[in-house]
């Protein structure tokens, strides 16, 4: 079965509002990866998290190994944070990064 | 600061041609590797190169081939195109293996008519 399953698919934001992404794996890791991606865009890394606690902005990452899931929390969302969010399991070295079907976040236009 | 640059952007081939794509980074970066993405689906791993002239097959190696010939560059062939890989291909680097920090292109959109 799959490694990493990412929720939700897709997502719709009105501006200000918060959100939170979750990747669930079922095996063990070395880390956790979050990437985002502009549509026609490249992947950027937003967070490499082992374990814990990381915040960079308005956007924090929490990943619990005993829980088997990692999460990433957008606060006060705006329009530029459209696009797609990638989680990537990292169980060894990065040829090994095993991706999650990303969650599309779209902006709730007025 | 660096840059990946992949070449080229939009690619359209018949099927059953021999289709390469190009990927040049300025980090000096050791690792390099060569993703596809479907619609709504992850990256998975078609290549990856440690260092100049070393190749090493991912989970999606077959119908393509790789070539590292310089530290900069690596290329991807799809040696017999079909309509069911229609995707963007995306080149990544890293400094090591270890890659706490990937960085990758801007993609290449193949179609396949």
């Known amino acids: 079965g799959q490694q990493v399953q990412q929720s939700p698919a897709s997502l719709v934001l009105q501006e200000g509002e918060n959100a939170e992404l979750q990747c669930n794996f079922s095996?063990?890791?070395?880390?956790m990866q979050w990437f985002y991606q502009r549509p026609g865009g490249s992947l950027v890394s937003l967070f490499y998290?082992?374990?814990g606690t990381k915040h960079s902005g308005r956007l924090t990452s929490t990943t619990v190994i005993k829980e088997r899931r990692s999460s990433l929390h957008i606060s006060s969302s705006q329009t530029t944070d459209s696009g797609t969010y990638l989680c990537?399991?990292?169980?060894?070295?990065?040829?090994?990064?095993?991706f999650g079907s990303g969650t599309k976040v779209i902006p709730c236009l007025p | 600061g660096g840059i990946i640059t992949q070449t080229p952007k939009f690619l359209i081939g018949q099927e059953g041609q021999k289709l390469t794509l190009k990927c040049q980074q300025n980090?000096?970066?050791?690792?390099m590797y060569w993703y596809r993405q479907d619609s709504g689906k992850g990256l998975r791993l078609i290549y990856y190169?440690?260092?100049?002239?070393?190749?090493q097959k991912g989970d999606l190696s077959e119908g393509y081939d790789a070539s590292r010939e310089k530290k900069s560059s690596f290329s991807l062939t799809v040696t017999s195109a079909q309509k069911n890989e229609m995707a963007v291909f995306l080149c990544?680097?890293?400094?090591?293996?270890?890659?706490?920090?990937?960085?990758f292109g801007s993609g290449t959109r193949l179609t396949v008519l």
């Open positions: 990544a680097s890293s400094i090591d293996r270890a890659a706490e920090t990937l960085y």
């Open positions: 095996t063990s890791l070395n880390s």
């Open positions: 998290n082992p374990s």
């Open positions: 990537a399991l990292v169980t060894g070295f990065a040829s090994a990064l095993t």
């Open positions: 980090f000096n970066h050791d690792t």
């Open positions: 190169s440690i260092t100049e002239n070393d190749l």
